[in-house]
C-alpha cells in the first residue's frame, strides 16, 4: 500500500469522572456537552465529521442496544456514518484512524462512555472471562488483579511500597486534574495501614468505580494543520490479545503490551516524554513501565491515570485524549497512550503521537 | 414550566437473567464429561507442556490439539488473592481464596475457589485438592471448590449442581448451562422522569426541541435530529389519531390480550412524534389510519409513573384524520 494518509488527534474532551451520576446508562447527559466542547476546540460542527465510532457496553448498562440509544447524542441527521465497538472506545479510535488512513473520509469522532455505578462492576466483570471454565465460577476483576499481584510480589518484582508510591504519585498529579475522581496527598505508612480489600490488594490499588466518557477528534495531517496549531500525529498504532487461559500467562508480564508497543514504535525513533497508561491497578503500571520500556526519564500519567477515575469504556480513550492534550497544548512532542481492556491487562493498545 | 432536571430522575432496580446454553465441543466436551466421572484431563501442548483446563489450540502455536492427559485432583497453589465479603454467584458464601492453581501432572494453572477459614491458612506454594460435588452433572462446577490437602473430610453437602441440559440416555454433556443473573440501578433520563411524574397525575408531559421544535412525548434527552436536550414543556390532550397501525394475530410469550387486536402508532394533538400504543373499542378491521382516538385511563387511584396508566385507546367517532395532515409521521 502507498500513499496512506496520516491521521492527528486534533480535539479531546471527557466528563467530569464521578462514582455515580443521575443519568442513563445510554450516555446522553455525558456526551452532549462533551460533543459540544469538541466542536467548539476543532471548529468543526457535526457536518463536518465524515466518520463516527463509539466505545461502550451493554453488560455494563444492563440492557440491549445501549449504544443505539447513545447515538441520539450526535443528532444524527442527515443519516451519519457510524460505527461501535463493545471494548474501550480507544479500539473505536483504531477503527477510525483505519477509516482516515484509508482515505474514505479526513475527519473522524469517537467516543467512548460508561456508566459503571449502574451494576456491580466488579462482577459484571467476571463476564469478560472464558464463559465454559472461568466465568462459570464468578471470578470478579479485582480478584483476578489480587492473583497477578501477587505473583509478582511473590517473585520480587515488586513490594507492597513499590505499590503504595505508584497510587501516591496517581494521587498528587490527580491533584491537578480537574476531571479526576480521587486525589491528594497520602503516605506510604498510612496506605499501608489499611486493610485488605481482596488481599494482597488495599484500596490504593484499586481504580475506582467511574462514570464517564471521553471524545477525540481525528482528522487528517492535512485537515489537521487548518484546525490547530500543534495536531498531535498518530506516529504509530498497534493493539494485540494474549490468551484467555488466564492460569497459562506468565502474568507479571505483558506479552502483548510489549508486542503492541514494539509494533507502534514506542522504543524507536526516540524516546516519548509522556506515557498515560491505562492501569487500572497499581501493579499493572509497573508491568506495563516494563513491556513498554519506560524508564525513569518518561514522565507516567500526568493526569493521574485510571487509578484516579476509571471511566469503563473510555478511560482508555482518555489515556491517548491526555497524552496528545500535552501536545495540543505545546508541553511534549511525543508521547505514548495505552488502554487495556479484559482481565489482567489481556488486551493493550498503544499510541504513540508526535507533533505534526 | 418547570425546569427539567429540578427534580431527582427517577430510578429502579432492574434484575436481568438468562441461562446461557453453550455447546463444549470436542476437547472441553472431554474435560466435562470426565468432571461428571470425578477425573480431572488436561491437554498436551505444542511445545509439550500440559494445559488445564485443556484449551482447544495452542496458544502459541494456534495448532488444534488432540493429545489428551489425565492429571490429578491434587496440586499446588501457584497464586492467591482473598475474597472476605463473597459476591454471588461465587462457589462459596463465606470467605475464601481464589487460586491458580497448578494440578500434579499440568504445566498451567486452574483457576479455582479455595476453601481455608482464613487468609491466615493460605500461602503461595500449599497443597491442596479438589472437593468434589456431592452430584457432578459435568460442569466446571462439579469441583465445588479446593481444600487444603491434609484438610479432614468436610461432611456438609455442596451446593446444588448448575442446570443441565436434556440429553438421551447414556450420551455424553454436549451442554454447559450457566446461569447469568445481573443487578443494576435503572435511571430514566431528567426528561423521561417529567413525562413519568406527569403520568402518575393523569398528565401527559411532552416537550419541545428548542433546535427543530417538535414536541416528543415522551420528551428526550437528546432531539435523535439535533442532539440537544428537549426542553420547554408541552402539556398534550389525550386525545389524537392513529398514523399507522397492525393486527396483532400471532400470540406470544407473556401477551396479555387475546389477538386479533391492534398495535398503533398514536399522535398526540398538538405532539409530532408518535408512540405505540393499543387500540381497542372497536373490532381490529376497523380500525384506520387516520382515525380519532382517546385514551381510556386506568381509575386514577391505580395511577404510577407508567405509561400503563393508559390501558388503550378507543375511537372518538369524530372523523378521520386527512391522510395529507399525518403523511409526513409516516
Not at chain 1, 1 to 11: H, R, Y
Not at chain 1, 180 to 187: F, I, P, R, W, Y
Not at chain 2, 172 to 201: D, K
Request: proline share 8%; hydrophobic share 45%; charged share 20%.
Amino acid at each position: 500500500m502507498t500513499n496512506l494518509t496520516d491521521v492527528a488527534v486534533v480535539g479531546f474532551a471527557q466528563a467530569p469522572n464521578v462514582r455515580r451520576t443521575h443519568g442513563t446508562t445510554n450516555g446522553v447527559e455525558m456526551l452532549v456537552p462533551i460533543f459540544a466542547q469538541a466542536f467548539e476546540r476543532t471548529g468543526l460542527s457535526k457536518q463536518d465529521i465524515g466518520f463516527w465510532c463509539s466505545g461502550s457496553s451493554d453488560y455494563l448498562a444492563g440492557r440491549a442496544f445501549s449504544f443505539v440509544a447513545a447515538v441520539d447524542a450526535i443528532g444524527a441527521f442527515p443519516p451519519i456514518h457510524e460505527s461501535h465497538v463493545e471494548m474501550d472506545a480507544a479500539w473505536a479510535l483504531y477503527e477510525a484512524w483505519l477509516k482516515i488512513r484509508m482515505g474514505e473520509v479526513d475527519t473522524a469522532l469517537v467516543y467512548g462512555f460508561g456508566k459503571s455505578s449502574a451494576g456491580e462492576l466488579r462482577r459484571v466483570l467476571a463476564l469478560q472471562l472464558d464463559p465454559y471454565v472461568t466465568a462459570p465460577l464468578w471470578p470478579d476483576s479485582i480478584a483476578v488483579a489480587g492473583l497477578q499481584a501477587r505473583l509478582g510480589l511473590d517473585a520480587g518484582l515488586w513490594s507492597e511500597k513499590d505499590l503504595a508510591e505508584v497510587a501516591i504519585r496517581s494521587r498528587a498529579d490527580a491533584a491537578a486534574n480537574p476531571y479526576a475522581q480521587v486525589s491528594g496527598h497520602a503516605e506510604v505508612s498510612e496506605l499501608l495501614d489499611a486493610p485488605f480489600v481482596a488481599d494482597p490488594l488495599r484500596a490504593h490499588d484499586i481504580a475506582p468505580v467511574t462514570d464517564g466518557a471521553a471524545v477525540i477528534v481525528l482528522a487528517s495531517v492535512e485537515r489537521a494543520r487548518d484546525l490547530v496549531e500543534r495536531p498531535a500525529v498518530i506516529a504509530g498504532i498497534d493493539h494485540r490479545v494474549d490468551s484467555p487461559a488466564l492460569g497459562s500467562r506468565d502474568l507479571t508480564r505483558s506479552a502483548s503490551a510489549e508486542a503492541a508497543g514494539r509494533a507502534a514504535g514506542a522504543g524507536s525513533a526516540g524516546p516519548v516524554e509522556v506515557a498515560e497508561l491505562h492501569a487500572p491497578f497499581t501493579h499493572q503500571e509497573l508491568i506495563l513501565r516494563e513491556a513498554l520500556g519506560l524508564g525513569e526519564g518518561v514522565r507516567i500519567n500526568p493526569s493521574g491515570g485510571a487509578l484516579t477515575g476509571n471511566p469503563m469504556f473510555s478511560a482508555g480513550l482518555a489515556r491517548i485524549g491526555e497524552a496528545a492534550t500535552r501536545i495540543l497544548d505545546g508541553d511534549a512532542r511525543r508521547a505514548l497512550g495505552h488502554a487495556t481492556s479484559g482481565p489482567a491487562l489481556q488486551q493493550n493498545l498503544v499510541a504513540v503521537l508526535e507533533r505534526g | 414550566m418547570i425546569a427539567a432536571g429540578s427534580e431527582t430522575p427517577l430510578s429502579a432496580p432492574l434484575d436481568v437473567g438468562f441461562d446461557y446454553t453453550r455447546s463444549v465441543g470436542p476437547v472441553l466436551g472431554r474435560f466435562v464429561n470426565a468432571l461428571r466421572e470425578r477425573r480431572i484431563v488436561g491437554i498436551r501442548g505444542s511445545d509439550g507442556r500440559v494445559h488445564v483446563p485443556p484449551v482447544e489450540y495452542d496458544p502459541v502455536t494456534a495448532r488444534a490439539l488432540t493429545e489428551f492427559v489425565d492429571v490429578a485432583d491434587e496440586g499446588t497453589v501457584v497464586s492467591w488473592s482473598w475474597a472476605a465479603e463473597p459476591l454471588a454467584g461465587q462457589p462459596l458464601e463465606r470467605p475464601f481464596a481464589w487460586a491458580l492453581i497448578r494440578l500434579d501432572g499440568a504445566d498451567t494453572a486452574l483457576l479455582h475457589a479455595l476453601d481455608a477459614g482464613s487468609a491466615a491458612n493460605v500461602h503461595t506454594g500449599m497443597r491442596v485438592r479438589a472437593r468434589w460435588s456431592d452430584e457432578p452433572v459435568g460442569h466446571i462446577r462439579d469441583i465445588a471448590w479446593f481444600v487444603a490437602a491434609d484438610a479432614p473430610p468436610d461432611p456438609a453437602p455442596t451446593p446444588p449442581p448448575p442446570p443441565v441440559a436434556e440429553r438421551e440416555d447414556g450420551e455424553p454433556v454436549g451442554t454447559i448451562i450457566t446461569p447469568i443473573h445481573l443487578r443494576y440501578q435503572h435511571s430514566a433520563s431528567p426528561e423521561e422522569s417529567r413525562y413519568l411524574r406527569g403520568l402518575a397525575e393523569g398528565r401527559l408531559i411532552g416537550q419541545r426541541c428548542p433546535a427543530c421544535r417538535k414536541v416528543y412525548i415522551p420528551p428526550r434527552g437528546a432531539c435523535p435530529t439535533d442532539g440537544v436536550p428537549t426542553a420547554e414543556e408541552i402539556e398534550l390532550p389525550d386525545t389524537g389519531i392513529v398514523t399507522t397501525f397492525c393486527i396483532v394475530n400471532v400470540p406470544f410469550l407473556g401477551q396479555r390480550i387475546k389477538p386479533p387486536y391492534v398495535a398503533a402508532y398514536i399522535l398526540l394533538d398538538g405532539a409530532d412524534i408518535a408512540f405505540l400504543h393499543l387500540v381497542l373499542g372497536c373490532a381490529a378491521e376497523e380500525v384506520r389510519m387516520g382515525m380519532r382516538v382517546r385514551a381510556a385511563w386506568r381509575p386514577c387511584e391505580e395511577w404510577s409513573t407508567t405509561l400503563e396508566n393508559i390501558t388503550h385507546f378507543a375511537p372518538t367517532g369524530e372523523p378521520d384524520a386527512p391522510y395529507e395532515n399525518f403523511a409526513h409521521h409516516l
